[in-house]
Every structure is written in structure tokens, then in C-alpha cells.
């Protein structure tokens, strides 16, 4: 009997034969990829709900594009006031399924697809670490192949979200109202947003080099050479490195909400819309005629609010069940051995 030796170095407690056909698939996987990618998706489905009414007020107000005279919000708050006013408070959870799915599925896929790059370039090149501008291009990778797969349940959420208080409809019949290539609307600026992770590691790295050569300035006198930042200054840094990378990026996020939303009351009665606003092209054109340039910076303070808890709530969530996930997987496993041992002596 033979045994195969995964990645950690532990051995598989299934045989490889001829009679293994049936275990075939679980070759496939590796559990330690299917671990990091439970435990991420986990994350950001707590991460989802919790901060999911602030995410509805910051896409309804990123998607209306009006003159400043005819302004439905002025600020977010008036999104939160609304719901109140007319006693919906509830819907500012509407679409919570259909995001909590995408956001489920999309972890899952870029965490696993991560991991599954990452192993496949540390064997084809031999190294035993990955370098700075490899492990870039990995996570863009990642996030394409995530971006793609989840482009349909993105339109939909945001569809739903950007929806009249109380009269969103369910993901089936949200599908139902728009074609096949509809379902991809925004597809470019969403791959256009996978760079955001490479800008906030570029910002990073410049602010971190400028630190520690200013430390190293300081400590020349007694010796000392730090070479690594402390925790508070690595927090502080990477906090600042991901507003940058969204203030950078934030007017395709605009431009992209814009594209997705749903059509408004007062819209669905004019005679015709121009089809180009549902383009890239027509966004821009739209943000700029009716707003000038700060239109395309319109809900940034509540993005990069969103954007930073949004990813803390996710990081400390993944990090406190990866264990977890890790032990009920390798019991999964010899749940499956077992059962099959019994099966074939009976």
C-alpha cells in the first residue's frame, strides 16, 4: 500500500491503486487550501452582515448621479433617515443573501485560488519562498479567476441594494430582468480593481523603507539597526497604504456602482435612457457633466470606513476558526477512511 504525502508533510490515510478511482477527487484538493478558503469565506460572511446596512447607504448614495440642486442624499446619513422615516428599517438589508452568497463564493475561490497558485509556483520553481513581485501577480491572479466567476451575484447584490426602499426583488427575479451579457456590467472596472491590493502593497513598502531609514537615522548613535516596524506602526502603516490604494482607485468603484445600479422610479418613467450610460464611457461622462470632478469622489469617507473594518472584522474572524476549520476537515477525512474501510470489508 502506498501513501501520498501532502504539502504539511502529513500522510493521507487512503491507499493509491487501482481500486482508488473513487478517492480520485480527493487528490485533487489540498486541505490545507480548503482550510485558509473556509475560514476566509467565514470571515467575510460575518464581516457582510455586520456591516451590511453601512454598505447599503454608501451604494445607494455612490448611485445616484444628480445635479446638486436635485439631489436626493447629501450625505449618507439621509440614506439612513429615509429608511427610517418611511419605516424600512429592515431594508437596508435587502440583498443580504444575494451578497452574503457572493461574498461566501468569492472568498472561497480567491483564498483557495491563492493558495492553489502559490503551492503550484513554489514547485515548478523550486524555491522555498515566494518573492515580492511573484506573490503580486499570484494575488491578481486570484482575484481575476474570483472577479469572474462572481461578476453575476455582484450586478445582482448591487441591483438589489440600490433598489426603492421596499421594493427590491429576489435574486431569481432580479436574474430574470436582465440579459446574459447584462449580468456582467462592469466586468472591466471590477479586473481594473484587482491592481488595488498591488498599490497598497507598493505604499506600504515605500512608507515602511522611509520609516525605518528615519529610525535607523535616530538609533545611529547607540548602535542599534531595527530591522522590522512594531506592530502599531504596521497597523498604522497598512491602514494608510489602503486608503491610499481606495482614494486611487475609488473613481472606478464610483463609475462601477453607477453602472450596476438599479434604474430609480423617476428614471423607469422617462420615454428612453441613453444606452451609453450603462458604459464605462457614459459613466464617466454622466459623473462629470452632472457633478464636475469631485463627483467621482462622492462616498469616499464612507468607503474607506466600510473598506477598513470590512477587512479587519474578515482577518480576525478567518484567523480565530482556521484551526478549527483545519481539525474538522482531517476529521472529515478519516470519517470518509473509516466508512470506506467498512463498506469494503462488508
Not at 26 to 50: D, P, Q, R
Not at 256 to 269: W, Y
Amino acid at each position: 500500500m502506498r501513501h501520498v504525502k501532502c504539502s504539511s508533510s502529513s500522510v493521507l490515510p487512503f491507499p493509491i491503486g487501482k481500486n482508488s478511482q473513487d478517492f480520485s477527487w480527493i487528490m485533487a484538493f489540498n486541505l490545507e487550501s480548503i482550510a485558509e478558503a473556509t475560514s476566509g469565506a467565514v470571515g467575510a460572511l460575518v464581516s457582510t452582515t455586520v456591516l451590511y446596512p453601512l454598505d447599503t447607504c454608501k451604494t445607494k448614495y455612490q448611485a445616484e448621479v444628480r445635479s446638486r440642486n436635485h439631489q436626493k442624499y447629501r450625505n449618507i446619513s439621509d440614506v439612513l433617515w429615509e429608511a427610517i422615516c418611511t419605516r424600512q428599517i429592515l431594508s437596508l438589508y435587502q440583498g443580504l443573501g444575494t451578497k452574503n452568497l457572493q461574498s461566501f463564493i468569492s472568498q472561497f475561490v480567491y483564498f483557495y485560488g491563492y493558495s492553489f497558485f502559490k503551492r503550484l509556483y513554489l514547485k515548478k520553481s523550486g524555491n522555498k519562498s515566494i518573492g515580492t513581485r511573484a506573490n503580486l501577480i499570484i494575488a491578481a491572479a486570484a482575484g481575476a479567476c474570483t472577479v469572474i466567476v462572481t461578476q453575476p451575484l455582484d450586478t445582482a447584490s448591487s441591483k438589489m441594494q440600490t433598489s426603492e426602499f421596499g421594493k427590491s426583488k429576489g435574486l431569481w427575479k432580479t436574474f430574470s430582468d436582465f440579459t446574459w451579457g447584462e449580468a456582467f456590467d462592469g466586468l472591466g472596472i471590477s479586473l481594473l480593481l484587482t491592481i488595488n491590493p498591488s498599490i497598497q502593497y507598493t505604499v506600504f513598502d515605500q512608507l515602511k523603507q522611509r520609516l525605518l531609514k528615519k529610525n535607523q537615522s535616530r538609533s545611529s548613535g547607540t548602535g542599534l539597526s531595527p530591522e522590522s516596524l512594531s506592530a502599531f506602526s504596521a497597523f498604522v502603516l497598512g491602514a494608510v497604504s489602503k486608503c491610499v490604494a481606495t482614494c486611487i482607485t475609488y473613481p472606478a468603484i464610483r463609475c462601477k456602482v453607477t453602472i450596476q445600479a438599479a434604474e430609480s422610479d423617476e428614471d423607469e418613467t422617462k420615454e428612453s435612457q441613453p444606452k451609453a450610460e450603462k458604459t464605462v464611457s457614459g459613466a464617466i461622462y454622466t459623473i462629470w457633466r452632472r457633478e464636475g470632478l469631485l463627483g467621482f469622489f462622492k462616498g469616499l469617507q464612507a468607503q474607506i470606513l466600510k473598506t477598513v473594518l470590512s477587512s479587519a472584522l474578515l482577518l480576525m474572524v478567518k484567523e480565530k476558526i482556521t484551526k478549527s476549520t483545519w481539525v474538522l476537515l482531517l476529521a472529515l477525512q478519516r470519517y470518509i477512511f473509516v466508512n470506506r474501510i467498512k463498506l469494503k470489508n462488508a
